[in-house]
């Protein structure tokens, strides 16, 4: 790489964990230009994954969320523009406008602007001082300060930040019910039978589960929203209303600006998402190496990723994004692990019991081959269904179901399956 381009300025437009870390990545390898990375929040770049569980419990702060601190950016020259917003981006002047009237040029341009909170069209909701959602600090710490032990809360979708936040709720004496549309939880991310033991589970720790519901009204008092009628006619009194039902990338600013745009930005396998501009993070819809076509993650792991790629792409020694998507949550005293993609599954193999109290892996296989896998309680078996999907070798499904036959992945050829360690 030339030392001209190690000399360019680059602008990262969003101040989460995919531009805190990509900034960071730059300094470390060796970049010399100026860095500039401006963010909507009034906050450092930092962490969500803590916001729907450690920060909603009390237990960490705002501060021990940042990916670094204040003197970090000081120290590694990091012009940090926080609270403040960009307008447009002209592709040929390379430049943007940002609200504050700046005006910057950029010879390298990173977009990782996120995401927002999918909103209900009761545009009144908007207005009720009891509605939240969950995807900053400001949300999470406005939900900490309304809940109390009794509260009524009613969590308008049944996916994992809903789950999540409830059961959190639950362990802060609050009263819940859950609403989800579809007639199982979690029905965009998991088999039935998986679905089937976060609905236990949650019933269990005494929440109210509504399945095949949705809202159809809303009761106001004094502006708030006091009660929900369902679609099956019953009607649930609350205090507080979350509202957890997915989120729309912020890829407005991107259209605008004549990049290509199809439910996030559309980027190549180095993040690439035009001449001298990238897209990483939760807005990015990137080449999927296991399936084919575009996906769109919205992941911690594939901020943290895809950061690291696009800054190495800029730094002069690219390498293609390939890896295995991987998440988790944290619900109550159990932690779920999830690593690839099951859409398009047509055969679950369960290892183990799904059963309350029990450990489990479920692999899921299209194909013959294992493309995802969903583990409670078992890592080393997480790890290795992690390590067949990007083998792509064929499964021995007999191997997979049997708890005695330790899980292997071969890492010889693609013909070779699962087997015994």
């Given at each position: 790489?030339?030392?001209?381009?190690?000399?360019?300025?680059?602008?990262?437009?969003?101040?989460?964990?995919?531009?805190?870390?990509?900034?960071?990545?730059?300094?470390?390898?060796?970049?010399?230009?100026?860095?500039?990375?401006?963010?909507?929040?009034?906050?450092?770049?930092?962490?969500?994954?803590?916001?729907?569980?450690?920060?909603?419990?009390?237990?960490?702060?705002?501060?021990?969320?940042?990916?670094?601190?204040?003197?970090?950016?000081?120290?590694?020259?990091?012009?940090?523009?926080?609270?403040?917003?960009?307008?447009?981006?002209?592709?040929?002047?390379?430049?943007?406008?940002?609200?504050?009237?700046?005006?910057?040029?950029?010879?390298?341009?990173?977009?990782?602007?996120?995401?927002?909170?999918?909103?209900?069209?009761?545009?009144?909701?908007?207005?009720?001082?009891?509605?939240?959602?969950?995807?900053?600090?400001?949300?999470?710490?406005?939900?900490r300060a309304g809940t109390r032990p009794g509260t009524r809360f009613?969590?308008?979708?049944?996916?994992?930040?809903?789950?999540?936040?409830?059961?959190?709720?639950?362990?802060?004496?609050?009263?819940?019910?859950?609403?989800?549309?579809?007639?199982?939880?979690?029905?965009?991310?998991?088999?039935?039978?998986?679905?089937?033991?976060?609905?236990?589970?949650?019933?269990?720790?005494?929440?109210?589960?509504?399945?095949?519901?949705?809202?159809?009204?809303?009761?106001?008092?004094?502006?708030?929203?006091?009660?929900?009628?369902?679609?099956?006619?019953?009607?649930?009194?609350?205090?507080?209303?979350?509202?957890?039902?997915?989120?729309?990338?912020?890829?407005?600013?991107?259209?605008?600006?004549?990049?290509?745009?199809?439910?996030?930005?559309?980027?190549?396998?180095?993040?690439?998402?035009?001449?001298?501009?990238?897209?990483?993070?939760?807005?990015?819809?990137?080449?999927?190496?296991?399936?084919?076509?575009?996906?769109?993650?919205?992941?911690?792991?594939?901020a943290a990723a895809q950061a690291r790629h696009a800054a190495e792409?800029?730094?002069?020694?690219?390498?293609?994004?390939?890896?295995?998507?991987?998440?988790?949550?944290?619900?109550?005293?159990?932690?779920?692990?999830?690593?690839?993609?099951?859409?398009?599954?047509?055969?679950?193999?369960?290892?183990?019991?799904?059963?309350?109290?029990?450990?489990?892996?479920?692999?899921?296989?299209?194909?013959?081959?294992?493309?995802?896998?969903?583990?409670?309680?078992?890592?080393?078996?997480?790890?290795?269904?992690?390590?067949?999907?990007?083998?792509?070798?064929?499964?021995?499904?007999?191997?997979?179901?049997?708890?005695?036959?330790?899980?292997?992945?071969?890492?010889?050829?693609?013909?070779?399956?699962?087997?015994?360690?």
């Amino acid at each position: 790489m030339s030392a001209h381009a190690l000399d360019e300025r680059v602008v990262v437009v969003g101040g989460g964990q995919a531009g805190g870390e990509l900034v960071a990545r730059l300094r470390a390898g060796g970049h010399a230009g100026e860095i500039v990375l401006i963010g909507t929040e009034p906050h450092l770049p930092y962490t969500r994954p803590p916001l729907s569980k450690t920060f909603l419990r009390g237990e960490a702060q705002a501060e021990e969320l940042f990916l670094r601190s204040a003197r970090f950016y000081e120290e590694q020259d990091i012009t940090v523009l926080a609270d403040t917003t960009v307008n447009s981006i002209d592709l040929h002047a390379k430049t943007l406008e940002c609200d504050d009237g700046t005006s910057l040029a950029w010879d390298k341009l990173v977009l990782a602007t996120g995401g927002r909170p999918r909103r209900l069209p009761d545009a009144t909701l908007n207005d009720a001082s009891n509605v939240h959602y969950v995807r900053t600090i400001d949300d999470a710490a406005r939900l900490r300060a309304g809940t109390r032990p009794g509260t009524r809360f009613a969590v308008v979708g049944g996916g994992y930040v809903g789950l999540e936040v409830t059961s959190v709720l639950r362990r802060l004496g609050a009263e819940v019910t859950v609403i989800e549309a579809a007639d199982r939880l979690l029905a965009r991310v998991t088999s039935p039978p998986v679905s089937e033991f976060f609905r236990q589970l949650h019933e269990e720790e005494g929440v109210d589960v509504r399945l095949g519901s949705q809202v159809e009204s809303y009761e106001y008092v004094d502006g708030d929203v006091a009660a929900l009628r369902l679609s099956d006619g019953s009607v649930i009194e609350v205090d507080q209303v979350l509202i957890g039902i997915g989120m729309i990338p912020n890829d407005d600013l991107a259209r605008a600006a004549g990049l290509t745009v199809d439910n996030g930005i559309v980027v190549d396998e180095y993040c690439r998402a035009g001449s001298d501009v990238y897209a990483i993070g939760d807005v990015s819809r990137h080449p999927d190496p296991q399936n084919g076509g575009f996906r769109r993650l919205e992941s911690m792991p594939n901020a943290a990723a895809q950061a690291r790629h696009a800054a190495e792409d800029i730094l002069g020694t690219p390498a293609p994004y390939v890896d295995v998507p991987w998440f988790w949550s944290d619900q109550y005293d159990i932690k779920f692990q999830c690593a690839g993609l099951n859409t398009g599954y047509d055969e679950i193999v369960v290892r183990g019991d799904i059963t309350i109290g029990s450990q489990f892996t479920v692999f899921y296989l299209k194909d013959g081959r294992v493309c995802s896998v969903d583990s409670l309680g078992r890592p080393a078996e997480y790890a290795a269904g992690k390590a067949l999907i990007a083998g792509a070798a064929p499964a021995d499904r007999q191997a997979l179901a049997d708890p005695s036959i330790p899980l292997r992945a071969s890492r010889r050829s693609r013909e070779t399956s699962v087997g015994i360690r």
